[in-house]
């Protein structure tokens, strides 16, 4: 039986390609782990910041009116608006964040509904807008990959809910109409 040493395996200048490979790929595999734990960091805060904004927004929304028609009462609408969305995302007071709710009217007949602070016709239903902006969130990786303006994030989430007029049996409904 002949026994053949490991240098004898290879053909002649191939020793050694794992090496070369594990070292041009190795970094490359890095790179994109850290990109991906830097997208699924700011994707949570994201929807964090979204849950919030809808929280917020409908919390709001329930406050508008008892019967889903006219007198609206805004009476409390953007106080508790803003705190259920703090409640919901302790962050906002700090870090730069802005938390801003907005009283105003939803046109359901219009084929471009849209939020306005002012009514303009009679289909206008009360509504509540919340919006947060996160201000500029670190990324871990990004600075150390060198993205440059990459390694900050500004994440803002915004929701509008109003109430839907009154069902038959004289329930209204607090209804997310617009997420963004």
């Known amino acids: 039986m002949i ?3 490991r240098s004898e395996q290879f053909p002649h200048g191939q020793r050694g390609n794992v090496q070369i490979l594990f070292a041009v790929f ?6 994109f782990a850290a990109l991906a734990i830097d997208v699924a960091r700011l ?3 994201k929807v964090q ?9 409908l919390a709001g929304a329930r406050l508008l009116s008892s019967t889903g ?22 962050y906002i007071s700090g870090s730069g964040s802005v938390l801003t709710t907005t009283k105003g009217y939803w046109n359901l007949s219009s084929p471009s509904p849209s939020f306005s602070l002012t009514s ?16 500029y969130m670190k990324t871990f990786f990004a600075p150390i990959l060198d993205y440059g303006s990459r390694s900050t994030r500004k994440i803002t989430a915004r929701a509008v809910a109003t109430i839907m007029p009154s069902s038959p049996t004289g329930t209204s409904y607090g209804i997310p109409i617009l997420v963004q």
Not at 26 to 31: N, S
Not at 69 to 90: D, G, H, I, M, Q
Not at 120 to 134: C, G, L, M, W
């Open 3 to 5: 026994h053949s040493s």
């Open 43 to 45: 994707n949570l805060a």
């Open 26 to 31: 190795f970094p490359v595999l890095l790179g």
């Open 120 to 135: 303009r016709s009679s289909s206008d239903v009360a509504a509540i807008k919340v919006q947060i902006d996160s201000g």
């Open 49 to 57: 910041l979204q849950n919030a904004a809808d929280a917020g927004a």
């Open 69 to 90: 028609k006219p007198p609206y009462s805004f009476l409390n609408v953007t106080t508790t608006a803003a705190n259920v969305a703090r409640e919901n995302y302790p």
